[in-house]
């Protein structure tokens, strides 16, 4: 199909169908971050948005018409999705689109707030135009760049149909916020965060946990609880640190600058940000970086529950703990109840004793391998 598609999405856009706006980012200097390094941000023209949605309408229709051979009720089935795998298989995301409901849209990449909000607009429009059953709309911005928007903008975006901002706040921590280079303040952060919400439309905030490194996970901790707190979120969506080779941060942990926290630290910086955390709003652990996958829920109804979950993992002996990390992380367990298990429990002490045999640091190693998910 003839349409571009730009390098990520968040996990919870994973069944939306993708639309590029603008290409990278237009900051790019964030030194966690590798995902546009190297790469010149630019806005796409709305005639060339458009070209995208159009090829993606008629690959829609190819497919509704390969259902309607298969079956006469023309519904997307497992059987369709077959079919098209082999016999035209550049249709397979849309197909897989439809099947899953045809229902989300996510609008790459970074920035698409710095689109001009008429172009922007007229985007969105068209989108619906073209594919009636879209509920949702949902795009990446910084939020530098929502707070330069009016809430008269933000508004006028979502009547045309945007639904959804998802925003990476990271850290509340202003000297962390400095030191990663993120390019704003945490007072920037909840002035754009209230406005978005003031305008009506639904925010995702994004935090990293383990940023901080070992000298500043509390004040990175109480800080982002802070400014989360006064936001109130839709969502707050749970990251943990990862290094990979082309991170700028890596260079800094080489040359000793920045400690990297193990998972028992980042689950304490948790346990302390969630403590200090009030709000209406989900949080959510919709990564496969982080360790406790099941501390989610609503943060007034659930914190309690969800300090619970902490607290079990923290009260664990050490050698179930490190037995925990290494088969989470190796996608042996998901949950800890999963170490119920007795045989994936001794497959995990397995590795773990042939770590301890041929002198390898676990930490290192689940550090290193936290990098094969980003
Ligand atoms: S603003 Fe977002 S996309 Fe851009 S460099 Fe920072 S983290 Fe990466």
Redesign the pocket.
Known sequence: MNFEQGPIRPPSEADSLFVRVTRN?P????L??H??KGKKFSRRSVEEIKDDILAMERGASRVESYALKIDSSGRITREVLEYIYHHEPNLLQIAFWLYRGGKNVFLQD??NLTMPADKLAEILIFIREQFPTVERITTYT?AKTAGRRSVAELAMLKEAGLTRVHV?L?TGYNPLLDYMR?GITAEEHIEAGLKIKEAGLSLSEYVILGLGGRSMWKEHALETAKVLSKIDPNFIRLRTLAMREDIPLLEKVHLGEFQLSNDDEIVVEEKLLLENLHGTGYLVSDHILNLLEDVEGNLARDKTSMLKIIDNYLSLPAEERANFCLGRRLGIYRYMRDMEDAERYEQVSKLRRHLIETGQDQDEFLIQYRGNFI
């Not at 900051?27 to 964030?30: E, L, P, Q, S, Y």
């Open positions: 980012c900051w790019n200097k964030c966690f971050c995902v546009y970074g920035d910084r990476g990271e993120k």
